[in-house]
Structures are given as C-alpha cells and as structure tokens.
C-alpha cells in the first residue's frame, strides 16, 4: 500500500485522475475513510460546528487541531492528513505561522496544513514552505472571514471578484502551495483556474471541473440534519440509523431484553469471604 504525497497529488492532476478528499476528526472515521481508498484525510477547522456545535469556526484552537490531528493521524496508513491552521495562528506574522504549523506536524503527526486567505497571505505560505512544512491553499468562501464575507456566501460571482480569486490562486502556487481549494465559487471560475494552476484544485461547492473534491464526513454521510446546501450530495442516511438504532436499543433496556443471555457472562459465583472496600473491582470492556 503506496502512502499518499503531495507530489502523488501533482502526479494525479497531470494523469488526469480525481482527488477524492473528505473531512475525519477522530480515529474510527479516519480508519474506515482510509480503508475505502480517501487520497486525502482533513482534519479541518470545521470541527468547531460539526463536533463542537459552534455556529463558525473562529473557536477553535490550535490545541483542539493538534488533538484532532494525532487521532486522525492514527486512522490513517495511506492517506495524506492534512490539518486547518486555526484562526489567530497563521495572520499575525509568518514567525508565528511557522511556530505554530511546527505543532500541527510534529505534535499532532499531520502530513501538511491548510491556509484560508490569498494574494495577502502568500508570504505566509511561501515562509511556512521554505521551512519545510507542506502548505494547501484555500479561497473562495473561507469560513474564518465569515463575518468579513457577510456570511456563509457564494464568491467570484462578478467579473471583479473572479480576477481577484485568479489571482489569489495564482499567488499562492508561487509560493509553492502543494494545492489549493476553491469553496462556493462559480463552475467556471473554478474550471478556468484549474486550467491556470499546474497544481491541483480541490473543489467544495465549485463544479466537476476542480481536479479533485472534498466534503466533511458528517455531511456526506447525511448526519446533519437540516444541512442541505446545494453542493452537498449525501451517500448514506446514517443519521436515521444511528436514531433508530439508539431508539432500539433504549426500548429494549426499558423492557429488559438487553442484555439477553448471551450478552451475560454466565461462571459459576463462589463469593467466598465477603470483599472489603479496599479490594478492586474488576472492569470487564468499555464503559463510559
């Protein structure tokens, strides 16, 4: 099993062969995404709304990334682990940008980590490249400058705008970002960069003609109830079936069908001497 690279992804783009990327905050998700063939695992910012339940991404820290990439980074074998820089961890200078990616790669075992921003924060990326640590682009809708955006809105629907997202892109593969993803922008655009750009493109909301596609987990597996934006397909209804599973489950501990006979370990009781309190108690599996 070949272990994904950066320079695997500008291989694919150049055979012409899809990018499949997909979010994963936690090792049981990792490992399943990883086993069915996900080039790239992100461990994304998005955490702060999909686990955390925050209405924007601008909670979340640079130790949450760091916690959320080590047990992504367990799950994967193949896949390249990607991790979100945090808002507040990459704008202020590029020194600490760098301290801070530094974390991300060495504590939290991610391959490479992702930048929001574009023609203002190339010098970032390209400080952060000529240290060594592998840097993913993004532009279009990013959601740590939600309240700058006016909210969660499409980008590059005029003329203007799409200039100006050409040229972000444009900007951030000089300085030498592996890839870059273009979120809620036009088909077109995004098409139209992908031609520009000899590094690979990973869209969100941005058309089939991107070189690859990302979605977060918890959406494509339809566990967000109520999310149904227009660039999302789900591929499972996992939400109704983790309720109706929880809602059997509950049922049957109500009438005592669970745990059956032989769900029970059934040795022989020979007390002996009554225990004292100080005697541990012997745990059997998981609880809690």
Do not use: W
Request: glycine share 12%; net charge negative; aromatic share 6%.
């Amino acid at each position: 099993m070949r272990k994904v690279t950066t320079t695997a992804l500008s291989a694919m783009k150049d055979r012409g062969e899809r990018i499949a990327m997909v979010t994963a905050y936690d090792f049981t998700f990792s490992h399943l995404l990883d086993k069915a063939g996900v080039d790239v695992l992100l461990v994304g910012d998005s955490l702060g709304m999909v686990i955390q339940g925050e209405e924007t991404t601008l909670g979340v820290t640079l130790e949450h990334m760091i916690y959320h990439c080590q047990a992504v980074a367990r799950g994967a074998k193949r896949a390249l682990v990607v991790g979100d820089m945090p808002f507040g961890t990459f704008q202020i200078t590029p020194d600490d940008a760098v301290r801070n990616a530094s974390r991300l790669l060495a504590e939290g075992h991610a391959h490479a980590v992702k930048i929001e921003g574009g023609v203002s924060i190339a010098p970032t990326a390209r400080r952060l490249v000529e240290a060594g640590i592998p840097v993913m682009g993004h532009i279009g809708l990013t959601p740590q400058s939600v309240h700058q955006l006016g909210g969660f809105k499409a980008q590059g629907r005029n003329a203007e705008a799409a200039r100006a997202l050409l040229e972000d892109a444009l900007a951030l593969e000089a300085a030498g970002c592996f890839s870059v993803v273009l979120e809620c922008v036009p088909g077109a655009l995004a098409e139209h960069i992908t031609s520009k750009l000899s590094i690979p493109t990973i869209g969100i909301g941005a058309g089939v003609e991107c070189d690859g596609q990302v979605l977060v987990c918890y959406d494509m597996l339809g566990m967000n109830d109520g999310f149904k934006p227009r660039f999302l397909k789900t591929y499972a209804g996992l939400g109704e079936s983790i309720e109706g599973a929880a809602r059997a489950y509950i049922e049957e501990v109500r009438q005592g069908l669970f745990p059956a006979e032989e769900h029970t370990l059934n040795d022989a009781l020979d007390l002996g001497e009554e225990p004292t309190c100080d005697e541990p108690i012997p745990l059997y599996g998981r609880s809690g």
